[in-house]
DNA sequence: TCCTCGAGAATTTTT
DNA sequence: TTCTCGAGGA
């Protein structure tokens, strides 16, 4: 492959490099992603490197997933196979780590990964066990006593407190302590963990450290620039005296400080490793010269930064459009009104209007509101990322807490989420009991209540209670049983449990017009398959596992929407429009971040703003209103930044008292939109009419081939399976699922293509 | 145990 | 403006 044509100058310099440790500053646009992938060719196509020498990390699993497809594409076209890459990232690393590893500190490798909303509530259920009230302002002071510590990698044991810094410090840790012991009763990790107890391990066993450093002679890491400490330290733990390192990143788009992210890591690189070679890409190809030039004089205002202005030979390109509204309600029309514009200029090959090139990104979820119900008057579809997940749906968590149960009976946040649903007539008091004798027995909630039996003399629960759970027990049991023979498919085994404890019904009974429960149960069930069908090897923990570190980037797939997203979920995408909406004093810089952390939080939103910015290809759109806020009662102004990234803001509001902003500036700014939007109407419809946009549903992912087995089955044919027999097909559920009636075992649903089965003679011939 | 209602609080970003 | 919590009644 003659890769000095396919990359500029300087791409091809960081792409062909052979030194040691290598850092390259790429600023927004200028071919990053491009560049690694690249790497990871080169490194194999030129440099002899075997694929799984390599271990790259990623910031999230989608672009890992890019990575990887993008770069063994390139492979193959010039080696003529397709490698098996380490993409993944920093978690996602750990928790296979773990799976082979964590024997080593005596923790099932079977572990079960909390995420936030489970970590909160095992917070919630310490203090009320300390006797708090569930809403005291202590639990949440505790909580983030624990963040801070395990961002900074200090379990409990590390902590000693001489003399209080803070009021409540001791009681903090007492409370730290106790949440790290029942996370380990329950054989859990948070996502904390994942990094801690990998570090914890490698520094703990020479020999798996050797093992493991052993494996990769190329370390590349992307976003480098959000790196924390304990990942840098899992990083260097990682690496022989001899592994290559090669770090790409762009210290002006670090947005993820408050989570521990240090960008001093990447500037001081040189520090920690001799002879580094740096190579900055500050060529742009994403966006037109206005735009550049926007985020080129805003980010200029920071003092904690290395200059390094963005240049491109793109042409002027569209001004940047820019408005302030009364309300945000107005706000809202503005930005509908000029999407509506924008799609019926873009049209797709049928002629309809084309919305999947814009973005509404904003500082805060909240925000989005009035934009909703904006963009369903207007019949705009639009889909809203990083609000509820799907994996945070409450149906589809219901769901796989009692999955999570019946593969870790210790999961006690799993048994309490699902005891009472559906209703089984077990209310809180009942739920305070259980834990309250599964603590003094020393048994999780779950195993308490298998085993009431030994506890009859002592136990206070109602034998109503103890009924209903023992029917409960009974079909989680037997589930079990039905799952470890893994004989049936696995969906479908699933299907029947949650028809059997009456779930379906119950969901059907609860309906709410406006979610697909249903639909999103299904969903889960094809997702499952999926996973199974890729992974014919895999336990199903590994699907729960993965599952769980899942982020709300991960679900970007297309389709013809409007998008919206915080910024800090856009970080790494484009845009050919882009909207950054609530741009107000306080809300964009956020009050709370400028309170928190004074000129350092300020210089973080400011390169937050950059990095919005820098999300537009083509056209850029800023808007604010003047709505009262109740946070800081008063009447919202304009956001600093538009004045730093020197955006003009017209005067379009009649009630505005305080304009300072110039109304002059870059053409004129209220000739785009044409007709002036009229407050708290709309153009089309009366609101009631019903939304011809769906919201879009997770799409199931892309049907895979299985990789081994018989999937083009027909009804009549005749299979032989090593454990049922002889039997034949009766049905085809799905392209993967079909059902067979057995001569000796019955009908069962089984995934075509399993090992097991085989097809002795097909439908109206010989196999 | 569950449901309803009213008061009150609270609005950042996420692997 | 919207969600959460707790009290009180069925």
């Known amino acids: 492959m003659d890769y000095r044509s396919l990359l500029n100058e300087k ?4 792409v062909s490099t052979s030194s040691q440790y290598v850092r390259v500053v790429a600023g927004a646009g200028s071919g990053k992603t491009r560049v690694l992938t690249y790497r990871i060719a080169y490194l194999i196509s030129e440099m002899g490197v075997r694929p799984n020498q390599i271990l790259a990390i990623t910031f999230t699993n989608k672009a890992a997933g890019e990575m990887a497809d993008r770069a063994a594409k390139l492979v193959d076209e010039v080696l003529g196979y397709t490698p098996r890459l380490n993409i993944s990232t920093f978690h996602a690393f750990c928790s296979r780590f773990l799976r082979m590893e964590a024997g080593a500190i005596n923790f099932p490798t079977s572990f079960t990964i909390y995420d936030e909303d489970d970590r909160g509530k095992l917070l919630k259920n310490i203090g009320v066990e300390l006797g708090y009230k569930k809403g005291d302002s202590f639990i949440k002071e505790a909580s983030q006593y624990i963040g801070r510590n395990k961002t900074k990698g200090l379990y409990p044991e590390d902590i000693t407190i001489k003399y209080e810094r803070f009021p409540n410090e001791k009681k903090c840790l007492e409370f730290y302590k106790l949440y790290e012991q029942r996370k380990n009763d329950m054989l859990a990790m948070d996502f904390d963990d994942l990094m801690l107890r990998t570090i914890q391990i490698l520094e703990g066993s020479d020999d798996i450290r050797r093992k493991w450093a052993g494996k990769f002679d190329h370390v590349l890491v992307d976003e480098f620039q959000d790196t924390n400490d304990v990942q840098y330290k899992l990083m260097k733990l990682l690496m022989r005296v001899d592994t290559c390192l090669y770090v790409v990143g762009d210290p002006d788009q670090t947005i993820y400080t408050w989570r521990g992210a240090n960008q001093d890591i990447m500037l001081g690189l040189e520090r920690a490793h001799e002879n580094v070679e740096t190579i900055v890409l500050n060529e742009n190809y994403r966006s037109t010269k206005k735009i550049l030039d926007a985020a080129n004089h805003l980010i200029a205002h920071n003092k904690k930064r290395i200059p390094k202005d963005l240049f491109t030979s793109a042409s002027d390109g569209d001004p ?17 009104s000029k999407i509506a514009q924008i799609s019926r200029e873009n049209r797709n090959e049928y002629g309809e209007p084309i919305f999947n090139n814009i973005v509404v990104l904003y500082r805060a979820s909240y925000l989005t509101r009035p934009f909703e119900s904006a963009f369903k008057d207007r019949q705009i579809p639009y889909k809203i990322y990083g609000g509820v997940r799907f994996y945070e749906r409450m149906e589809v968590k219901d769901l796989l807490a009692y999955f999570n149960l019946m593969l870790n009976p210790k999961d006690n946040i799993a048994f309490e989420r699902i005891i009472n649903v559906p209703r089984r007539n077990i209310g809180d008091t009942s739920v305070d009991r ?17 085993r009431i039996g030994e506890y009859m003399e002592v136990t206070n629960i109602p034998t109503r209670v103890i009924k209903k759970a023992a029917e409960f027990i009974a079909i989680v049991e037997d589930t079990k049983i039905k799952l470890a023979e893994k004989l049936e498919v696995y969906s479908e085994v699933l299907k029947k449990f949650v028809d059997e404890i009456g779930y379906m019904d119950y969901l059907r009974e609860d309906e709410d017009p406006d979610e697909d429960r249903i639909k999103n149960v299904n969903a889960l069930f094809d997702d499952i398959n999926n996973f199974i069908d890729k992974n014919p090897n895999a336990e199903f923990q590994e699907y729960l596992q993965n599952v769980a570190l899942l982020s709300s980037q991960d679900d970007i797939s297309g389709g013809n929407f409007v998008s919206l997203m915080t910024i800090h979920i856009a970080k790494g995408l484009e845009f050919d429009n882009v909207f ?15 309170d928190d952390n004074g000129r350092d939080g300020a210089e973080e939103e400011r390169r937050l703003a950059y990095v919005a910015i820098t999300r537009a290809r083509k056209r850029l759109f800023c808007s604010c209103n003047e709505s009262y ?9 304009p956001s600093q930044f538009f004045k730093e990234a020197e955006i003009s803001l017209p005067r379009t509001s009649y009630y505005s008292t305080s304009s300072v902003w110039r109304s002059s500036g870059y053409g004129n700014q209220s000739s785009y939109g044409g007709s002036k939007p ?21 799409k199931p992912a892309p049907v895979t081939t299985a990789t081994n087995g018989i999937t083009d089955w027909k009804v009549g044919d005749m299979v032989e399976h090593g454990k049922f027999g002889k039997g034949k097909v009766i049905e085809i559920i799905s392209d993967k699922i079909i059902r067979i009636n057995f001569d000796n075992e019955g009908i069962k649903t089984l995934l075509g293509s399993h090992p097991m089965l085989n097809r002795i003679k097909s439908e109206g011939g010989d196999a």
């Open 11 to 14: 791409q091809y310099e960081a």
């Open 320 to 336: 940047i459009l820019s408005s302030c509204q009364p309300k945000g309600e107005d706000e809202a029309t503005w930005v509908a």
């Open 434 to 450: 259980i834990r309250e004798e599964a603590n003094q027995a020393g048994l999780s909630e779950y195993e308490y209540l298998c």
């Open 580 to 594: 950054i909406i609530g741009m107000n004093q306080d809300v964009f810089p956020s009050m709370r971040s400028l």
């Open 629 to 637: 806020s109740y946070i800081t009662d008063s009447k919202q102004t």
């Open 678 to 698: 009229r407050p708290g109407s709309s153009y089309f419809g009366d609101g009631n009419a019903p939304d011809p946009f769906e919201k879009p549903k997770p």
